[in-house]
């Protein structure tokens, strides 16, 4: 799916439809989910936090993620993808994979070609919404088919023609290589994928390890054999990094461990998962590795809670020899339920940790009065007489509400006090199909089907 975030948001309000939308955690230590293709024009992009993106589109619309909305709007894709094959493998809310020869759906490149043009246009119908597919020979080839499909394409990469394609392309396309790994074989004068192949699977195994090292060399080679695993229940969703110089410095471990933990959370809301139990991986300088978990009282997806979490789980382990390898993971997974959520987050916190984040409030029984509700920026509410709205932005005891619906013209704006009894929390509106012209951008979310070769 193409930016999926804010093209629902775009899709629900429409007056933002042409304009710049960022989704994400708007707290002070906020990260961007999904921009808009409008957004990313002036450089805002996943991952990046959120301040940053104020600064490089102050006029952008930043909006608190609806999490449930959006799982549900991916379920009606998911389903799409079952009616082609039963061997679908999810890799978060907006992509996955599918064997289309498993289903009987295609069996060489002309009917998968039909049978992607017919996917996208289904999910449009069924959404309003637009997605990428890309059609290989392997999971691997299918997943770059459709990075270069972003955004609203469809790419086909050709049995025979890989090795030519793969070749020139930077060896950060390949999965499994970030950027530690990237610069590792920089430095090694390797940078492209045909330089890979030049230098050899034992050169792979020097570098690298012998595991990682062979594995890289065969996908240089195009080699993937890899199944589509169909949807199974997922145990833990965890992160980690390999350093290529020991860190010894205490409080740069402990940035790394935050700076992983961001990560774990974006994989695990990603899935529209949560969890119970925190577990803190660290491997040290001689090679010893030790495991710490902390059990919560109910499972949660909150940044600032696995935060907060994994530092204590690092206060119990002794680094100063150094660390070769750090990683943050969540396990005890549940689906996940904004209100469990929000309870979890405001349970965890202290008076001198200072207030919630904007997209989280208070359990019931410590609910404050009316006049100091909170309203998340691009959540639904309904006032009585005004009908369905959602918030535009709040503060200094007022709630800003724009009246519009999908299917609606640009509403109108009205301001009210944040305790006015007759507005209240609503549930998001049913998407309708989009009669705007949507912009496009270079980049975007997409799936990828899996397509096996046809027999010799």
């Known amino acids: 799916m193409d930016a999926f975030f804010a093209s629902v948001e775009q899709a629900s309000k429409p007056s933002l439809r042409g304009k710049a939308v960022v989704v994400g955690g708007l707290g002070p230590r906020g990260v961007v989910a999904t921009a808009s293709y409008e957004a990313r024009v002036f450089g805002v992009h ?15 619309a930043y909006l608190v993620p609806r999490f449930g909305f959006y799982k549900a709007i991916s379920e009606r894709v998911m389903e799409l993808l079952r009616a082609l094959s039963p061997l679908v493998e999810p890799l978060s809310l907006d992509e996955a994979f599918v064997d289309l020869e498993a289903g009987g759906a295609a069996w060489d490149e002309q009917s998968a070609r039909l049978v992607g043009a017919q996917l996208r246009a289904d999910i449009r119908a069924v959404t309003g919404l637009t997605g990428s597919v890309g059609l290989a020979a392997s999971k691997m080839l299918a997943k770059i088919a459709s990075e270069q499909a972003k955004p609203d394409g469809l790419v086909v990469i050709e049995p025979g023609t890989e090795r030519a394609m793969l070749g020139p392309m ?11 790994t990237g610069d590792h074989l920089r430095r090694a ?58 860190i010894h410095d205490r409080v740069r471990v402990g940035l790394e461990v935050q700076r992983l933990a961001d990560r774990c959370v974006r994989r695990l809301r990603g899935a529209g998962l949560s969890g119970r139990t925190i577990v803190l991986k660290v491997r040290r300088y001689d090679f010893s590795t030790l495991t710490r978990s902390e059990t919560l009282r109910g499972p949660t997806d909150d940044a600032g809670v696995i935060r907060e979490a994994a530092a204590r789980l690092l206060d119990s382990v002794d680094t100063t020899g150094g660390v070769r390898l750090l990683g943050v993971g969540v396990s005890g997974l549940a689906d996940y339920t904004q209100e ?45 007489v005004f009908g369905h709205g959602w918030v535009q932005g709040s503060g200094l ?13 640009p509403g109108r704006v009205r301001t009210f006090r944040v305790g006015d009894p007759d507005l209240e929390p609503a549930d998001p509106l049913p998407l309708v199909l989009s009669r705007h012209k949507e912009s496009r951008g270079p980049e975007g979310g997409a799936g990828a089907v899996g397509m096996r070769s046809p027999a010799p």
């Open 46 to 60: 996943s991952a990046m936090p959120m301040g940053q993106a104020r600064r490089l589109a102050p006029n952008a």
């Open 397 to 409: 005891g007022r709630v800003t509400v724009r009246f519009e619906t999908p299917g609606s013209e």
């Open 340 to 384: 469990d959520l929000f309870a979890q987050a405001a349970g965890e916190r202290t008076e001198a940790e200072g207030p919630l984040e904007e997209d989280a409030v208070a359990p019931a029984e410590e609910q404050p009065a009316l006049a100091e509700r909170r309203w998340a920026a691009g959540h639904d509410v309904r006032h009585a």
């Open 189 to 246: 004068g390797i940078t492209t994928i045909e330089e890979i192949v030049e230098a050899g699977e034992d050169e792979m195994v020097r570098l690298l390890g012998k595991s990682h090292g062979q594995g890289l060399y065969a996908m240089a080679l195009a080699r993937d054999d890899r199944p589509v695993v169909a949807e199974r229940e997922a145990k833990s969703v965890s992160v980690e990094d390999t350093y290529d110089v020991d």
């Open 170 to 180: 930077s060896v950060r396309t390949l999965p499994g290589v970030g950027p530690a």
